[in-house]
């Protein structure tokens, strides 16, 4: 009997572990994994992992309870979906009861595999409503204007508000949660301690719209008898300097949304015996200066330890002589809502590479790094010694800082010593900078090593990209790509970190945003941004060309009244949007930006003749002429009209496409038939005997224009490049143009001549067209233009121009507009994870995609490639070796998902997988001949193949 029992137990728990082959993880709600949300129908995901091969999910089940013991005991008293027949395993929205302010719910997901056996629990997860009316906010906006005490000078910096308050709990706290929303910047701290490590909250808005507020849970952080509770305000982009507008005069060049900043924060308690208490910002609350006497995100910070009030956010201090706080009106036409991106924080920490003192008794450290952030300083000095930061991404031959490229941007950061016997430990909190090198004035001494820290700040975003080869200098161009995104996904994407502009230009945007998915979780970013973009629409339905953008009391762009909207940067609007949805399978983004995106397209619409085709001529009311085309190209223009046309009609195949998924069938078919017609008129009116011709007679002698005086032409490699990438022409024509865009670049000595707009499919239409010998050439040329020359020349980031700096002329540039930290060139990084790696999705979420990857020739110094892409639906692994005789794959295919292998081969005879021929392997579903060899029809697991001579 004992050995039957034995027996039977031993049989269930092996027919059990045979069930438990697949197990649900990384699960998240809106993109997050435990978060505060204020979406009344969140979307749930999770990924999934197994030992074996080919795994499959065929059906699924969600609970939701009220409590964790609920959700322990399998209660899903809030939502049970019951077991749901589909592979989804992303975009699963609640379907439970309605959810209600500060509600915290536990969920967990089971699955079944590919032969309906039923998997175990996933481990719990949970997420926190935030507050969803208006009428769960009792606190007021409060503040202190001290505009009143700023220095006179260039500059207007008063010194930031300090705030307090004190409260005395005769109970235990249980639970407590800070609802914390400003205008401009804050700081806020309990008892000393600061609260949480964001930088930059509440972010930029267009806060006439749209105000975010962020919730923190501080239990810890409260105690029984006396607490103190404190905030220190910078103006942000609430108040604060913006972009350029000192540098072309603008008539208002800060204060363009409200003259000082103010704080709003709801303190929300939860007692051990039930009982609740609410703390919020009102007219009890005082006010004073302290150490911060001057901040802003583009002149810098000063803080003046000498005047810092000991113990200010401590209980206990004495606030006798503090004043009472301002109370401000709630702005009647904004919303608040929860902060839906990631907050911007210190990713990485940098140490001091060399110091070197100049002989002006100034010293010089170098970071070995191009990035965006702040210093933390630790140093002991005596009282009132100053030390002044200025901030520089170059040096001069003369090893001097170069800093005539912030233009108008002070960027200087000023500690003054407090002389205290321990060390002094410091860092700015409402400023950044780009930088690689810090000058620093005001030391008696040769400083320690480490008497400076470099904080690198980001959008704290998941990295998901991985990419390594062999090739030194590709390696150092993808680390480039990833430092310059760090610098620049701050918030908002910014085209630059350091100089009088930071903006979220909507050019740069949309051509880098394929790229930059492949290396961070850019989703909940651009949730947040392309809100901002929707925000700042034109009445006329066009986008802006960047977001947010103030506007003055005309509704014109308060930095320059010129920003208004331009072909290949509005559409941004539409772009990004698609690029969202194509990556992360999110149709409710969609579905929230349709009202705004069919507006622009009717917008497209006025600008195009009868036929659908934007003429030469069409963007003539705006400044500059045509809009910005192809920026920062080199020689001979493209017609801007022409990349308008093309854009059109990318933009109306990109919406038929999201209406089709958004179940809007009537707007899929009218986009779907238009872009056909756009494309028939498209080669009527500008393929001319195989070459794209326009009529130059109408740009005159280019007054008015970008780089007018250089002339325009259809027959470039930015027209080419764009008119392939964007399927705008087919067989036999799109032939052709490979060919044009072929003998363009062999013309100009097999160098590029694209800008912006160019460079973005330039490399991956030369691999469509056969030319993929090409693009590797361009992608490792040092020669001038190139990524590779930029390295040569010791780059550590991307830079604006291709001729940002070179040998022979130096910088040409830094007076007017040179960035050595700007995205828009590192959009090649699409093509190395889409070509090199070879991952290539094939639907929307990458359930099914390609690894196709391009193997270069044997004259190309590039034999070993590896990486992945940690995908909505898990990791996606490529690496290869052709380094010897056998040539070698490894993959990794997620759970759920189906990959099509792409390898060159004479004969299946030659490959083996996981040690077995492809032909009697069972972990191969499918084999199909190709052009170049076969295609591998592969289930989820880890694979080996090889290639045998």
């Given at each position: 009997m004992i050995r039957y029992v034995f027996s039977v137990c031993l049989l269930h728990i092996g027919l059990s572990a045979l069930a438990f082959d697949i197990t649900p993880v990384n699960l998240r709600a809106e993109y997050k994994h435990n978060p505060f949300l204020d979406e009344p129908a969140p979307r749930l995901s999770w990924e999934l992992t197994s030992d074996k091969h080919n795994q499959y999910q065929s059906a699924y089940q969600l609970i939701v309870a009220s409590s964790e013991d609920k959700l322990n005991k399998d209660q899903g008293d809030i939502w049970d979906s019951g077991k749901v027949s589909s592979s989804r395993t992303n975009q699963i929205e609640y379907q439970g009861k309605p959810l209600q302010s500060r509600q915290q719910v536990w969920w967990k997901v089971r699955v079944w595999n590919a032969e309906n056996q039923q998997g175990k629990w996933s481990d719990p997860a949970y997420w926190e409503m935030g507050l969803l009316q208006n009428t769960d906010w009792s606190a007021r906006w409060i503040g202190y204007d001290l505009n009143d005490l700023s220095k006179p000078g260039k500059y207007h910096l008063p010194p930031s508000p300090y705030l307090r308050k004190e409260v005395t709990l005769s109970k235990k706290v249980k639970s407590a949660r800070l609802y914390l929303s400003s205008l401009g910047l804050n700081e806020f701290y309990i008892n000393g301690a600061k609260i949480g490590r964001d930088y930059f909250a509440s972010g930029w808005t267009d806060y006439n719209k749209r105000i975010y507020y962020n919730v923190y849970d501080v239990t810890s952080h409260m105690q029984k008898g006396t607490n103190a509770l404190g905030a220190i305000?910078?103006?942000?982009?609430?108040?604060?300097?913006?972009?350029?507008?000192?540098?072309?005069?603008?008539?208002?060049?800060?204060?363009?949304?409200?003259?000082?900043?103010?704080?709003?924060?709801?303190?929300?308690?939860?007692?051990?015996?039930?009982?609740?208490?609410?703390?919020?910002?009102?007219?009890?609350?005082?006010?004073?200066?302290g150490a911060v006497m001057e901040s802003d995100l583009l002149q810098g910070e000063t803080y003046d330890a000498t005047k810092e009030k000991d113990g200010w956010n401590q209980s206990a201090f004495n606030d006798s002589e503090w004043s009472p706080v301002q109370v401000a009106a709630d702005h009647p036409k904004s919303i608040l809502q929860l902060y839906p991106g990631n907050p911007v924080r210190v990713i990485k920490e940098l140490p001091i590479k060399t110091i070197q003192k100049l002989a002006n008794g100034k010293y010089l450290v170098d970071f070995g790094q191009n990035f965006a952030g702040n210093i933390r300083l630790k140093i002991k000095g005596k009282a009132h010694d100053s030390l002044i930061f200025r901030y520089g991404e170059m040096l001069h031959p003369d090893g001097t800082l170069v800093t005539e490229n912030l233009r108008t941007a002070r960027a200087t950061d000023t500690y003054i010593l407090k002389g205290a016997a321990r060390e002094e430990v410091w860092s700015p909190s409402f400023t950044y900078h780009g930088f690689q090198y810090v000058e620093v004035s005001g030391l008696r001494e040769m400083p320690a090593n480490d008497f400076l820290t470099g904080l690198v700040l980001t959008s704290d975003l998941e990295n998901v990209g991985h990419f390594e080869t062999d090739n030194s200098l590709l390696n150092q161009i993808y680390r480039n790509i990833v430092w310059t995104q760090w610098a620049n996904y701050v918030d908002i994407p910014t085209d630059c970190p350091q100089r009088d502009e930071r903006l979220g230009w909507t050019g740069d945007a949309q051509i880098y945003i394929r790229s930059a998915a492949y290396n961070s979780d850019i989703a909940v970013f651009h949730k947040k941004w392309i809100r901002d973009l929707n925000d700042a629409q034109w009445p006329n339905g066009a986008f802006p060309i960047y977001a947010p953008i103030p506007l003055d009391k005309n509704g014109l762009a308060a930095v320059r009244a010129t920003d208004t909207y331009s072909p290949g940067w509005s559409e941004a609007g539409i772009i990004c949007t698609y690029e969202i949805f194509r990556a992360y399978n999110d149709t409710r983004i969609v579905e929230e930006s349709l009202p705004y995106m069919v507006k622009f397209m009717n917008f497209l619409k006025s600008k195009a003749d009868k036929d659908g085709v934007v003429r030469e001529g069409a963007y003539d009311d705006i400044g500059p002429k045509g809009g910005f085309g192809d920026w920062l190209s080199v020689g001979k223009k493209t017609s801007p009209d022409l990349l308008a046309a093309m854009y059109y009609y990318y933009c109306t195949r990109l919406m038929a496409e999201m209406c089709d998924a958004a179940n809007q069938a009537d707007l899929a078919t009218a986009y779907s038939e238009q872009a056909s017609a756009i494309k028939r008129a498209f080669k009527d009116y500008y393929l001319k005997n195989g070459k794209f011709s326009i009529d130059e007679r109408v740009y005159g002698n280019g007054e008015g224009y970008v780089e007018g005086q250089n002339g325009f032409s259809g027959h470039t490699q930015t027209a080419y490049a764009n008119a392939i990438y964007m399927s705008l022409l087919d067989e036999p024509d799109l032939t052709r143009i490979g060919d044009h865009l072929r003998s363009l670049l062999e013309a100009n000595g097999d160098k590029l001549t694209t800008g912006f707009l160019g460079f973005k499919p330039l490399l991956p239409a030369l691999s469509m067209t056969g030319s993929s010998d090409k693009a590797y050439g361009l992608l490792l040329s040092t020669e001038y233009p190139s990524l590779g020359y930029e390295v040569a020349n010791g780059a550590t980031s991307i830079w604006e121009r291709w001729d940002s700096y070179t040998k022979d002329k130096g910088f040409i540039h830094n007076a007017a507009m040179n960035s050595f930290s700007h995205y828009a060139f590192g959009a090649v990084n699409e093509w190395i994870f889409e070509n090199i790696l070879g991952i290539q999705p094939i639907d929307r979420g990458y359930q099914t995609f390609h690894i196709k990857p391009e193997i270069p020739g044997p004259g190309v110094e590039l034999k070993k490639a590896t990486g992945s892409y940690h995908s909505i639906a898990g990791r996606i692994a490529s690496a290869w070796d052709y380094s010897g005789a056998i040539k070698k794959h490894q993959l990794e295919i997620p759970v759920n998902t189906t990959a099509y292998f792409h390898l060159a081969s004479p004969s299946q005879a030659q490959v083996d997988i996981n040690g077995e021929s492809i032909t009697k392997s069972k972990l191969v579903q499918e084999i199909t001949a190709s052009e170049t060899g076969f295609i591998l029809k592969l289930g989820s697991g880890d694979y080996d193949i090889t290639i045998r001579p």
């Open positions: 305000l910078s103006n942000g982009w609430y108040a604060g300097y913006i972009g350029y507008a000192l540098l072309v005069g603008a008539e208002k060049v800060n204060q363009y949304y409200g003259d000082s900043p103010l704080l709003k924060a709801q303190l929300e308690l939860v007692f051990e015996d039930g009982s609740k208490q609410v703390i919020s910002t009102d007219s009890d609350w005082k006010a004073s200066t």
